[in-house]
């Protein structure tokens, strides 16, 4: 009878230590990858706008439907160019590993590590922005 209540202690003992030691090792995935997460750069770069050293390459309309997302399409020709949107625009910028929502009003943004660029409207109406794509000169 005494042998059956020491192996339960036995065995209770050694699934806390388990559960002690999987908890820990997530516990410390979670700050590693959080780390990660807040170390790693920027998707963009924002500049100010600056009319003389800048060059207008491109200028594109898009028509966003209420509580929707849509890409801005960066080819091969777009994808090193900076762009500058009509009025203030909701933007998240992601890539595989990272994904950042920004809003820009009047700046120059451009796409790092071949993230995509993401338009987001919040409202309940369409909303119509024009993209212009800069180059500099």
């Given at each position: 009878m005494m042998e059956n209540i020491t192996d339960f202690s036995k065995i209770r003992k050694t699934m806390v230590n388990y559960v002690v030691i999987i908890f820990g090792l997530?516990?410390?995935?979670?700050?590693?990858?959080?780390?990660?997460?807040?170390?790693?750069?920027?998707?963009?770069?924002?500049?100010?706008?600056?009319?003389?050293?800048?060059?207008?390459e491109n200028t594109i309309e898009y028509i966003i439907k209420p509580y929707s997302s849509l890409s801005v399409e960066l080819d091969n020709t777009n994808s090193d160019k900076y762009l500058k949107f009509s009025e203030q625009t909701n933007l998240i910028v992601k890539n595989s590993f990272k994904s950042q929502s920004i809003v820009v009003n009047g700046e120059l943004i451009k796409s790092k590590f071949n993230s995509e660029i993401f338009i987001i409207n919040n409202s309940h109406v369409d909303k119509k922005i024009i993209v212009q794509f800069y180059s500099m000169i």
């Open positions: 997530i516990f410390i995935l979670i700050f590693i990858l959080l780390g990660l997460y807040y170390l790693t750069p920027n998707n963009y770069l924002l500049i100010k706008w600056k009319e003389d050293k800048l060059k207008l």
